[in-house]
């Protein structure tokens, strides 16, 4: 890999204006800002966007090569045009609008256990339980809706008790394909990103249609039910997300530390399942399935108050606290 390492961040000032940026260390240099200094001295190298991340991801090839040379330009001239703590600054999902959004279920062995465990699996026939060779991802869709950001506050909903949370970590699709072999598959990606499938057991299985099992729009999809970002950290710069810590803790308690390297199905081999399926469009996400530690496995649940962080390593730390739905 050459160049200096960065993330990229959709960020809002105080008047609320989107904006991208370039963080290095803990600023946040405007990418709209950076490209104008960049291109004053007339060099070629021209990004197709400075709107949106999402935007970027449609070239995103292209694209990365163009802010590798934009950071090497501020580093060399000592520049941080339009700059600010990040601290300063509200963060907004790094991806706002993706088009569709994977969620794996049951990809980690301990979580495989511990829903069992809690007679989150049917009462009678086959079990799934861990072993890969006898089956393929299981993968569910969140409706994009329910995104939120790093730090936002989450509602906990009316009436419903038992609130879930599922550390994870998530990639972004910067290629659009069709049929995607796993060993391919990481040329489709264009970075990796913290998230929670945050969850309502309450509604994921269905006593009035026992038949039918989960329920995945009333168990996943209520709004901010999927925290993510701050950041979105290039691929390149990520040396081994087959081996990264994922943690969570509740009011300071550790009640998840996994890491990637316990996969059941590797996110390259969901981006292959998937794509055989149907297309994988720029800017998809996929959220690649949570560590044992849940708490429908000890039957402990989030309620107002509670303050949930999560982190990956290498790709930042989320916190989000829950609060009661406004009447």
Same mark, same amino acid.
């Given at each position: 890999?050459?160049?200096?390492?960065?993330?990229?961040? !959709?960020?809002?000032?105080?008047?609320?204006?989107?904006?991208?940026? *370039?963080?290095?260390?803990?600023?946040?240099?405007?990418?709209?800002?950076?490209?104008?200094?960049?291109? /004053?001295?007339?060099? $070629?190298?021209?990004?197709? !966007?400075?709107?949106?991340?999402?935007? %970027?991801?449609?070239?995103?090839?292209?694209? &990365?090569?163009?802010?590798?040379?934009?950071?090497?330009?501020?580093?060399?001239?000592?520049?941080?045009?339009?700059?600010?703590?990040?601290? /300063?600054?509200?963060?907004?999902?790094?991806? !706002?609008?993706?088009?569709?959004? &994977?969620?794996?279920?049951?990809?980690?062995?301990?979580?495989?256990?511990?829903?069992? @465990?809690?007679?989150?699996?049917?009462?009678?026939?086959?079990?799934?339980?861990?072993?890969? /060779?006898?089956?393929?991802?299981?993968?569910?869709?969140?409706?994009? /809706?329910?995104?939120?950001?790093?730090?936002?506050?989450?509602?906990?909903?009316?009436?419903?008790?038992?609130?879930?949370?599922?550390?994870?970590?998530? %990639?972004?699709?910067?290629?659009?394909?069709?049929?995607?072999?796993?060993?391919?598959?990481?040329?489709?990606?264009?970075? &990796?990103?913290?998230?929670?499938?945050?969850?309502?057991?309450?509604?994921?299985?269905?006593?009035? @249609?026992?038949?039918? $099992?989960?329920?995945?729009?009333?168990?996943?999809?209520?709004?901010?039910?999927?925290?993510?970002?701050?950041?979105?950290?290039?691929?390149?710069?990520?040396?081994?997300?087959? +081996?990264?810590?994922?943690?969570?803790? *509740?009011?300071?308690?550790?009640?998840? +530390?996994?890491?990637?390297?316990?996969?059941?199905?590797?996110?390259?081999?969901?981006?292959?399942?998937?794509?055989?399926? %149907?297309?994988?469009?720029?800017?998809?996400?996929?959220?690649?399935?949570?560590?044992?530690?849940?708490?429908?496995?000890?039957?402990?649940?989030?309620?107002?108050?509670? *303050?949930?962080?999560?982190? *990956?390593?290498?790709?930042?730390?989320?916190?989000?606290?829950?609060?009661?739905?406004?009447?």
């Amino acid at each position: 890999m050459d160049g200096s390492p960065f993330k990229l961040a !959709t960020l809002a000032k105080a008047d609320g204006r989107p904006f991208v940026a *370039v963080v290095l260390d803990d600023e946040a240099v405007d990418l709209a800002a950076a490209d104008i200094a960049y291109r /004053s001295g007339g060099r $070629r190298g021209a990004l197709s !966007t400075t709107a949106s991340v999402a935007g %970027l991801l449609e070239n995103w090839d292209a694209n &990365f090569a163009v802010l590798q040379e934009i950071v090497a330009f501020l580093a060399k001239e000592g520049l941080r045009p339009g700059a600010a703590k990040i601290a /300063s600054l509200k963060a907004l999902p790094p991806v !706002t609008r993706p088009g569709k959004m &994977f969620y794996a279920a049951q990809n980690f062995q301990e979580h495989v256990d511990e829903m069992i @465990r809690a007679g989150m699996t049917p009462a009678s026939g086959p079990k799934f339980t861990g072993e890969k /060779s006898t089956t393929v991802p299981y993968l569910f869709l969140k409706a994009p /809706s329910s995104l939120a950001g790093a730090f936002d506050d989450i509602a906990i909903p009316r009436g419903m008790k038992k609130i879930d949370w599922e550390a994870e970590i998530a %990639l972004a699709i910067g290629k659009a394909g069709k049929r995607i072999k796993a060993e391919r598959a990481l040329e489709h990606v264009a970075g &990796f990103m913290t998230t929670n499938d945050v969850s309502c057991r309450d509604l994921q299985i269905r006593s009035d @249609r026992p038949a039918l $099992r989960s329920d995945w729009l009333g168990g996943k999809s209520h709004d901010n039910f999927a925290p993510m970002g701050p950041f979105l950290v290039p691929r390149a710069f990520v040396p081994d997300h087959m +081996n990264l810590f994922i943690r969570l803790t *509740v009011n300071g308690e550790v009640r998840q +530390n996994g890491n990637t390297s316990q996969f059941i199905f590797t996110p390259e081999e969901q981006i292959e399942y998937a794509s055989n399926i %149907l297309t994988i469009m720029t800017g998809d996400i996929f959220s690649c399935g949570t560590c044992g530690g849940v708490g429908q496995g000890a039957n402990t649940f989030l309620k107002p108050g509670d *303050v949930m962080e999560t982190e *990956v390593e290498g790709l930042g730390k989320m916190r989000n606290k829950f609060v009661a739905e406004a009447s």
